[in-house]
């Protein structure tokens, strides 16, 4: 979806209340609102991880108890907290008055949430990784345990990766 289409459907959604503020407020109820739906999308992939560390530790200590936990398995644990934190604080695109790099306008913020929203398939992707890695050590099924915990790793990796880029959404370089 284009920014244009993500700015009008969240224009089309605002009551009459909005569209004053829209017009007095040069557009600010729009960014307010893409501002607080981009939110709510990132506190939901924060959810997830919350609940993909709790269903790693279990992993982990099932792991642990086996003798077949590596270093992987603790990294994991630390990679899932670090990109968790990162998901749940990150920047949501308000900039200060006399902010040096500029203000923030709705075509960024509809381009960020559409880039938030594209990234529901990585997190999703993890998430059905992790589930059938803990179905599989609740039932004793440790081969290739290790392999398995890297390539979790790399996804969970290959997401912050692509999360780190998400700044250059709201701030284009440009001269």
Do not use: C
């Not at 605002?14 to 017009?23: E, S, V």
């Not at 992987?72 to 308000?94: P, S």
Request: charged residues 35%; positive net charge; aromatic residues 10%.
């Amino acid at each position: 979806m284009s920014e244009r289409e993500t700015i009008e459907k969240v224009k089309d959604r605002q009551g009459l209340l909005a569209k004053i503020q829209n017009i007095f407020g040069l557009g600010y109820a729009t960014r307010e609102d893409l501002r607080e739906i981009d939110k709510k999308l990132r506190d939901l992939y924060y959810a997830d991880f919350k609940s993909l560390r709790h269903k790693w530790e279990e992993i982990y200590l099932a792991a642990l108890n086996a003798g077949k936990a590596t270093d992987d398995f603790k990294k994991v644990i630390q990679i899932i907290d670090r990109v968790g934190e990162k998901v749940h604080r990150a920047d949501y695109g308000y900039a200060g008055l006399m902010d040096r790099k500029g203000s923030i306008r709705e075509t960024e913020l509809a381009r960020v949430l559409n880039y938030d929203k594209a990234l529901s398939d990585e997190i999703q992707t993890i998430v059905k990784a992790v589930n059938e890695f803990y179905h599989e050590t609740q039932n004793g099924n440790w081969a290739d345990a290790a392999t398995k915990a890297r390539n979790i790793k790399s996804l969970i990796l290959g997401f912050e990766s692509k999360w780190d880029e998400r700044e250059k959404h709201f701030r284009p370089l440009g001269v």
